[in-house]
């Protein structure tokens, strides 16, 4: 059985095709869709085909909103303004300027680790945390979102046009580039500094009294059976193996 395709953020001609799996060149048995489906009216769907159809039949999966007439026709809707209006072209040719011009502007600077994405669906990885650029953005006007403390994530909407593509990178940007400016690198002053103060050895003053009594008690038994072992007549190097 082939794997099953969530492409509840990915599908719908976000990524430049209809599926994303088209991209990977495989044909999955079901195929999830939400989200875009209705252009925000609520709806979900299960397609499935082969075998996988033929588990859910006419009335298995009943539910009290599902199916209905008012979200299938905003379904229908949004299904063909993306065919009539070109929104799969444009998510791919507004998306390849957006990941063009991060990468170009962001790509092999510290702090960023990758900008990565197809079509409308782009992220920057960026190498720690970075949530705070959500509130600089929004307060620049502009309205992103960080997944996995990360990563900002770019899906804006189909429709988007190059102008509006350019103001993106012209606000995201100088921001990232800020947030790259404050990943610093230790110097090697710092670094020296820091080495410096490593110490190899613990003393007492390190340890709790039940430690210092526990630890000597241990040295105390290897030196009783040290010298004990050396009573027998034992080599160094047997004794230490
Ligand atoms: C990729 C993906 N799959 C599935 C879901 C689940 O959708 P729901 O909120 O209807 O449970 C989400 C929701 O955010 C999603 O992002």
């Known amino acids: 059985m082939a794997p099953d395709g969530d492409e509840v953020q990915c599908g719908l001609g976000r990524t430049g095709k209809w599926f994303v799996y088209q991209h990977a060149g495989i044909q999955p048995d079901v195929v999830l869709l939400a989200k875009g489906l209705a252009s925000g009216v609520p709806i979900g769907a299960c397609l499935a085909r082969g075998a996988a159809a033929a588990v859910f039949k006419?009335?298995?999966?009943?539910?009290?909103?599902?199916?209905?007439?008012?979200?299938?026709?905003?379904?229908?809707?949004?299904?063909?303004?993306?065919?009539?209006?070109?929104?799969?072209?444009?998510?791919?040719?507004?998306?390849?300027?957006?990941?063009?011009?991060?990468?170009?502007?962001?790509?092999?600077?510290?702090?960023?680790?990758?900008?990565?994405?197809?079509?409308?669906?782009?992220?920057?990885?960026?190498?720690?945390?970075?949530?705070?650029?959500?509130?600089?953005?929004?307060?620049?006007?502009?309205?992103?979102?960080?997944?996995?403390?990360?990563?900002?994530?770019?899906?804006?909407?189909?429709?988007?046009?190059?102008?509006?593509?350019?103001?993106?990178?012209?606000?995201?940007?100088?921001?990232?580039?800020?947030?790259?400016?404050?990943?610093r690198p230790p110097s090697r002053a710092r670094m020296k500094k820091a080495r410096a103060g490593v110490r190899h050895y613990l003393q007492f003053k390190d340890f709790s009294r039940e430690e210092y009594e526990h630890l000597f008690a241990r040295t105390r038994w290897i030196k009783d059976s040290s010298s004990a072992t050396s009573a027998t007549g034992r080599s160094k190097t047997a004794r230490s193996q």
């Not at 705070?132 to 960080?146: H, R």
């Open 58 to 183: 006419p009335g298995t999966h009943g539910s009290t909103f599902g199916g209905n007439p008012l979200a299938c026709a905003a379904a229908l809707a949004t299904l063909a303004a993306i065919e009539e209006e070109g929104l799969m072209k444009n998510a791919e040719r507004i998306g390849g300027i957006l990941l063009a011009g991060l990468r170009e502007a962001l790509a092999g600077r510290p702090g960023v680790a990758e900008v990565r994405g197809h079509g409308l669906m782009i992220g920057v990885e960026l190498d720690r945390p970075c949530g705070d650029l959500v509130t600089q953005a929004l307060e620049a006007g502009l309205l992103i979102n960080v997944t996995m403390d990360k990563v900002v994530r770019l899906l804006p909407p189909l429709i988007m046009s190059e102008g509006e593509a350019r103001e993106v990178l012209s606000i995201l940007v100088p921001l990232v580039r800020s947030f790259s400016r404050r990943h």
